[in-house]
């Protein structure tokens, strides 16, 4: 094997720790962020008067909204 074909099988991984982390911190906030719309979204309708008999049309529309 010459010294250019070695330098080719010596390389690490593609993916190190720390693009790992910043991937995992990533779906971190983006689950934190749409659990935080959710229940603001959700206080809304449970403390509203207007909404008072159409809880269960509301929550659809809540979940269809966020799925």
């Known amino acids: 094997m010459s010294e250019g ?3 080719k099988l010596n ?3 593609m993916l190190g ?3 790992l982390q910043v991937i995992m911190l990533f779906l971190a906030m983006v689950i ?6 959710n229940i603001s979204m ?3 309708v449970m403390t509203d008067k207007a909404t008072e008999g ?3 049309l509301c929550f659809r529309a809540i979940l269809n909204s966020v799925v």
């Open 5 to 7: 074909d070695t330098s």
């Open 17 to 19: 720790i720390r693009h």
């Open 11 to 13: 390389k690490g991984p």
């Open 42 to 44: 959700a206080i809304v």
């Open 54 to 56: 159409c809880q269960r």
């Open 32 to 37: 934190c962020y749409t659990m935080r719309i």
